[in-house]
């Protein structure tokens, strides 16, 4: 069978279709994007009156936002410390607040539109999943009460095991990711917003009033841009292709044997371990989300991924049955910050990335934040997300091993070896020489195969085929592909060129 991931939340979600753009429009506030991001920042400008459009390529909650492990709190695995020295107290503290608004935002909303999301109020934590790491978290706990985070040191932890200490953050949230951004987007709509699905952005045109070309021909004039993608689809002056990198997840839901206690719960180090109960109809649900790794960069066989998460999920409650397996992925900056704010002084056109995987707070935080600065020219936090703070120079080991690496990888892939077609698979896809020139290949179950020039659109570096999903995925900025060549996600803008699709049998005996 071909790859049918789906996430629990796409799958027991609701979602409302809008309708594809089919005119071209002039609008005050272009929004493209509708994930958590692009749809809280349309809700909080229809509450202030306005009356934005939001674009996007697929349906609501397709990316990032539609696969979490649906935590919302202000406890990001080890992150106050980081930030403490690398910014100082006051920047940490800056965080705490800002994602302190966002929860309390979420709390609002939920009631003020009595949004049925199953929110619910758990202590979150973080655990030493190693003795090694078991500073970390100490470290990270003394950050916490300098701060004034209410927070606990737990130091013999029952759960989980091999759980070398652990740090709890009291009242922190988890909800139905799904629900809750298409019950936003309802809001947003009833209060004056227009969505438009199907409709892709793919090119800018950075001028005063800004104009967006559509894949399907239209354009959009707009005097406010929003890029609500994840990776930003302009880049402006930011060299972001250097400063974000993509880091994909894998997660599963099962219905557990047994019960375990309360709260979420994240290791510190690898492999990831990222755990909280979710209740259906009155029935608990374990969400088991992990095994992280640089997109286009992982192990031979993904599909391996899963199976750790379920192996995991039996240790701490048992298995009964698998609900739902899927993965997806999100950027990382150097610093753990995301970029929020105009991507140059002056202009009209905003950011929000990077938010290392606690996107469900900084994507709400962030669509308050460009809310303020279109309708007031000014929001709080604007510095500490600024894309001009010294990020890079700040982190020198992240930035050599991984900020530096997508570059590296443009050049090595061309150097690689390919394989030949031998012992191709039903189901498999690697890289071969075809009419020479490098060549991805993939053989279905139906014994076709499609032959892919796997060069990315975006800056042409070669992918690798991702076994688990059955996708074409790039190494160095996250650019996704469907073993048909379709764009599914990332920074390209085009989709890859067909070479041959044909009989498995007639390329063998050909
Ligand atoms: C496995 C996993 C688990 C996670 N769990 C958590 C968690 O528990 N808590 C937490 O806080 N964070 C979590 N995160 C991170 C969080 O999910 C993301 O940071 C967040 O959802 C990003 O939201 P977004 O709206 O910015 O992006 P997305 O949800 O990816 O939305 C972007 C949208 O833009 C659209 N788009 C892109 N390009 C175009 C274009 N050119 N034209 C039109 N539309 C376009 C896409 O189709 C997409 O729908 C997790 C991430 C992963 C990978």
């Given at each position: 069978m071909e790859s049918q991931n789906i996430s629990y939340w796409n799958k027991t979600g609701e979602k409302t279709s809008y309708p594809a753009l089919d005119r071209d429009m002039e609008t005050d506030i272009l929004i493209i994007g509708g994930g958590i991001t692009g749809i809280t920042c349309a809700y909080c400008l229809a509450l202030k009156g306005l009356r934005p459009v939001l674009i996007e390529?697929?349906?609501?909650?397709?990316?990032t936002t539609g696969n979490t492990t649906g935590k919302v709190t202000i406890?990001?695995?080890?992150?106050y410390s980081n930030i403490e020295r690398k910014h100082g107290e006051e920047a940490a503290s800056l965080y705490a607040q800002s994602q302190n608004s966002a929860l309390n935002f979420v709390r609002e909303t939920v009631r003020r539109e009595s949004i049925d999301c199953q929110l619910m109020e758990n202590t979150a934590y973080v655990y030493a999943s190693t003795i090694k790491d078991k500073t970390s978290v100490e470290e990270e706990y003394e950050a916490a009460r300098r701060l004034g985070i209410d927070a606990e040191l737990i130091i013999?932890?029952?759960?989980?095991?091999?759980?070398f200490g652990m740090l709890g953050f009291k009242n922190q949230l988890v909800f139905h990711s799904v629900r809750y951004v298409s019950a936003l987007a309802k809001a947003a709509v009833s209060k004056g917003t227009k969505i438009y699905c199907s409709t892709k952005a793919i090119?800018?045109?950075?001028?005063d009033v800004k104009t967006v070309h559509c894949e399907n021909g239209i354009t959009i004039r707009a005097r406010h841009l929003v890029m609500?993608?994840?990776?930003?689809?302009y880049d402006g002056p930011n060299l972001f292709f250097a400063r974000l990198y993509a880091k994909r997840s894998y997660g599963v839901a099962v219905r557990p044997k047994r019960n375990w206690p309360d709260g979420s719960f994240i290791n510190t180090g690898e492999p990831t371990r990222s755990i909280r109960a979710h209740v259906e109809n009155g029935d608990r649900v374990l969400i088991v989300v992990g095994e992280n790794h640089p997109t286009g960069r992982?192990?031979?066989?993904?599909e391996s991924h899963y199976q750790k998460l379920i192996t995991f999920a039996s240790e701490i409650a048992g298995v009964d049955e698998v609900l739902a397996k899927w993965s997806a992925q999100d950027y990382d900056t150097p610093d753990q910050i995301p970029y929020i704010g105009r991507?140059?002084?002056?202009?009209n056109i905003y950011v929000a990335s990077g938010?290392?995987?606690?996107?469900l707070s900084n994507g709400t935080l962030a669509g308050n934040m460009i809310s303020d600065l279109i309708s007031t020219g000014s929001c709080d936090y604007e510095g500490l997300y600024?894309?001009?703070?010294s990020d890079i120079l700040t982190s020198p080991l992240k930035t050599i091993t991984e900020v530096f690496t997508p570059i590296g990888e443009l050049i090595k892939s061309k150097l690689e070896g390919t394989e030949d077609?031998?012992?191709?698979?039903?189901?498999e896809g690697r890289v071969i020489r075809f009419e020479g020139q490098k060549a991805g290949i993939y053989r279905d179950f139906d014994d076709r195969v499609t032959i892919l020039?796997?060069?990315?659109?975006?800056?042409k570096t070669e992918l690798n085929f991702n076994s688990a999903e059955k996708t074409w995925d790039c190494p160095a900025h996250g650019g996704r592909f469907n073993t048909e060549g379709k764009l599914l996600e990332g920074p390209p803008k085009h989709n890859l060129e067909l070479l041959y699709q044909g009989k498995f049998s007639d390329l063998i005996d050909g």
């Open positions: 390529a697929g349906e609501l909650c397709d990316g406890q990001h695995g080890i992150i013999k932890p029952g759960f989980p095991t091999g759980n090119k800018v045109e950075d001028e609500a993608t994840q990776y930003p689809i992982g192990d031979e066989d993904m991507i140059s002084d002056n202009n938010y290392g995987k606690w996107g600024s894309r001009t703070r077609l031998s012992g191709l698979e039903r189901g020039d796997i060069t990315c659109t975006h800056m």
